[in-house]
């Protein structure tokens, strides 16, 4: 009869539990209303096999009822049950909302001693301190698991942990750490540490970070420390001294060129072209492989070019002792790219460049390698009002390579070059089909250049201001800054009520820029603030206003209004992110 009595119980309570939704104990313990979710998970726990979480919100729902003595035995009950430290943790704060810190310390203390013995409870004791903001114990956690067991992700929670405390030296440490344990996660730390690194070398920041890279190098010699250190020093735009690493680098593993490539095209970005020719030298002297030697060549001769202004002889005679050296074909396309341009814009023979480019059009060529050059020769073409063979050329590439990048580039070129001649209804039907382009560099640009003909080729039926606008937009490609600014000019005097008229300015504003005429340039910007502050460009103008007021004239204060109207003003501006960057670093803001 007894047992009658208990199955009968026990199916009642079964039935009874079932009945109870999990999801309705959650959403009343999520709104507060912990008396109806404390009913509710006393029947859950009653339930078969019942999950983990009951038994901590229940615990939960007695502590925001203050009954604290119903949630000590229940998270007892627990340990009767189990030898998990979580339950310590629990009850030590049990202990710690009743303002009773000696015995929630000596819980807490004793599930650290728990997971020295039983290290797989350390992630799961170190989340719990976290929950209830015992960042101390926390850390304590991940240090005792790492004393058995070098688990890298101890290394990142901790790195986290340490920056909630402001201890900026020993999160650095632990995410070195994390890297050194995952080598490829490398750069997404480095993400996160630039965060905290400025382009300031004297800040303390910066300074705490080499200090940590010094002191490991030193205790472990180890590549990835000169790695990192070459790395500061780029962000320090102290190319020189990164250079110093990566040669160190290089030295102990000869395969690893990837970071010297990486640092010349850095220091190039950076106008540090020094560097960048030193590095490219390095290349040239020690690398053997053919290919990179090219590479070096043509990337060191295109730097001289930018330093060089008027004695090309030089270079001129050493790019053909390259392509004599290794003659034209596959393996020097970047090379015969890179002469050609050289002889068009820089020797202004563009004649001899077109020669030059029908010339390697003849070697055994891959399409992609036959493209590559038909592309440059279209592009001078272009250059010499050539327009219809240029077309011809940007249509063999569309067919040789079909559904390629290089493709979709030809297409947009042809448009643009469709825009130039004054043919816009035809440039535009292009210009409409790549916007859905696989580039998205290329979708970006059709998208720039459909926009500006239909905003502008509707005000004047003859479309006199869009022409004169394209014929200036090919003066600038042309190499002529001095007649595109003339022709930018005339459309300003003659066509004042036009709504290209702010276009305009934007770009004659930075045509004064690279002819240094800042004065102007300044004029052109804050005219465009002041007439067209309702249209898209205002943005533009500024932030190259701010940046004109911060690199050029000097004026800090008005560089900080301008980054500052951005910032207030303009939250949806592609300049955003840098304007609030120069703005902060402009006014001495300390890092968080």
């Known amino acids: 009869m007894k047992s009658l009595v208990c199955l009968f119980f026990s199916i009642f309570c079964l039935v009874t539990s079932a009945q109870v939704d999990p999801a309705l104990a959650q959403d009343y313990f999520e709104k507060g209303s912990f008396e109806k979710a404390l009913s509710l998970y006393k029947k859950l726990l009653k339930s078969p096999n019942p999950r983990s979480d009951y038994a901590f919100n229940l615990i939960e729902c007695h502590q925001q009822l203050s009954q604290f003595n119903a949630a000590q035995k229940q ?56 929950k209830y903001s015992r960042i101390e114990f926390a850390i304590q956690s991940y240090e005792t698991g790492l004393k058995n067991n070098i688990n890298a992700v101890y290394y990142l929670q901790l790195a986290g942990l340490y920056a909630e405390q402001q201890n900026i030296e020993k999160m650095m440490e632990c995410y070195l750490d994390y890297v050194e344990a995952n080598p490829a996660y490398v750069n997404r730390v480095m993400q996160l540490l630039s965060d905290y690194i400025s382009e300031d070398a004297s800040q303390p920041y910066n300074q705490r970070f080499r200090n940590v890279l010094l002191r490991k190098l030193q205790a472990t010699p180890n590549t990835l420390w000169n790695r990192w250190l070459s790395w500061l020093y780029v962000q320090q735009k102290e190319f020189k001294k990164a250079f110093v690493q990566v040669k160190a680098i290089y030295r102990r593993n000869p395969e690893s060129l990837q970071g010297l490539i990486n640092l010349a095209e850095s220091a190039t970005e950076a106008s540090a072209f020094e560097t960048a020719l030193s590095v490219y030298e390095f290349l040239i002297k020690n690398v053997t492989d053919t290919r990179l030697v090219i590479q070096a060549n043509y990337r060191f001769l295109e730097l001289q070019l930018k330093q060089s202004q008027s004695d090309y002889t030089t270079i001129k005679d050493r790019y053909e002792t390259l392509l004599d050296r290794y003659q034209l074909g596959m393996e020097t396309i970047d090379l015969q790219l890179s002469y050609a341009q050289f002889l068009s814009f820089y020797e202004t023979d563009s004649q001899a460049a077109i020669r030059f480019l029908k010339s390697a059009l003849k070697a055994n060529l891959s399409d992609l390698a036959s493209a590559q050059l038909k592309m440059k020769l279209a592009d001078i073409l272009v250059t010499q009002n050539k327009f219809n063979q240029a077309l011809i050329y940007y249509t063999q590439i569309q067919m040789r390579v079909k559904n390629s990048t290089l493709s979709q580039e030809a297409r947009f070129k042809a448009a643009k070059t469709s825009y130039y001649k004054g043919d816009f209804d035809w440039a535009e039907a292009q210009l409409k089909v790549l916007k859905s382009s696989s580039s998205q560099l290329t979708a970006n640009d059709a998208l720039e250049l459909q926009l500006l003909i239909s905003d502008h080729k509707g005000s004047d039926s003859l479309h006199t201001a869009l022409k004169s606008y394209a014929k200036a937009d090919l003066l600038i490609i042309q190499n002529n800054p001095i007649e595109a600014i003339t022709v930018l000019d005339t459309i300003l005097k003659i066509h004042k009520t036009d ?20 004065e102007k340039a300044e004029a052109n910007y804050i005219q465009i603030i002041t007439d067209f502050k309702s249209d898209i460009l205002v943005d533009d103008a500024y932030f190259y206003l701010a940046e004109l007021y911060r690199t050029q004239l000097g004026n800090t204060e008005k560089a900080l209004l301008n980054y500052e109207s951005i910032i207030f003003n303009h939250e949806d501006s592609i300049h955003f992110v840098e304007a609030r960057k120069q703005y902060r670093f402009l006014r001495g803001d300390a890092i968080n």
């Open 75 to 130: 998270i007892e009950t627990l340990m009767r049950q189990s030898n998990n430290p979580l339950y310590l943790v629990e009850l030590g704060y049990n202990f710690q909302l009743q303002n009773q810190l000696t015995e929630a310390t000596s819980y807490y203390e004793k599930a650290l001693l728990v997971i020295e013995a039983q290290p797989n409870h350390v992630y799961g004791v170190a989340q719990r301190f976290e």
């Open 499 to 518: 709504p290209i008229i702010d276009q305009t300015l934007l770009v004659q504003a930075q045509l004064y820029t690279s002819q240094k005429d800042y």
